[in-house]
C-alpha cells in the first residue's frame, strides 16, 4: 500500500486549501481513511476519518465546520477540504488507511502511512 499526500503549503488566516492523498496497492474502495496531523512540538493527533464507504465520518472538534472529508474511489483519491484556516492549523498532515472497512480515531491503528504534507497558516 502506497499513499501520497500532496496540497500543502503556506495559506493566510481565513484562506482555505485542499489536500489530496492518492492510493495504490489496494482495493481503495473497502478501506477506511484518516488524516491526522502534526503540529511542532504536539503529539499526532487525529482530524478526520472516513469509512470505506465513505458513509460514515468522524471530525475533530476542532475542525467541524471547516474541514470536509471526501473520497473518490474510482480516482482512489481522498481529499481534505479546508476552509477558515487558522494559525492553529499549521501541522504536517499525514493520510493513512487501516485497510478495514471501518476508521478508528487512533493512530496506531494505522500501518499505512503517507509521507506527510506541510500547511503553514500565517497570522
Known amino acids: 500500500v502506497q499513499l501520497q499526500a500532496s496540497g500543502g503549503g503556506l495559506v493566510q488566516a481565513g484562506g482555505s486549501l485542499r489536500l489530496s492523498c492518492a492510493a495504490s496497492?489496494?482495493?481503495?474502495?473497502?478501506?477506511?481513511m484518516a488524516w491526522f496531523r502534526q503540529a511542532p512540538g504536539k503529539e499526532r493527533e487525529i482530524v478526520v476519518a472516513?469509512?470505506?464507504?465513505?458513509?460514515?465520518?468522524y471530525y475533530a472538534d476542532s475542525v467541524k465546520g471547516r474541514i470536509t472529508i471526501s473520497r473518490d474511489n474510482a480516482k482512489k483519491i481522498v481529499y481534505l477540504q479546508m476552509n477558515s484556516l487558522r494559525p492553529e492549523d499549521t501541522a504536517v498532515y499525514y493520510c493513512a488507511t487501516n485497510r478495514n472497512y471501518r476508521y478508528s480515531t487512533t493512530g496506531d491503528e494505522y500501518p499505512y502511512w503517507g509521507q506527510g504534507t506541510l500547511v503553514t497558516v500565517s497570522s
Open positions: 472516513i469509512s470505506g464507504g465513505g458513509s460514515s465520518t
Open positions: 496497492g489496494h482495493t481503495f474502495s473497502l478501506y477506511s
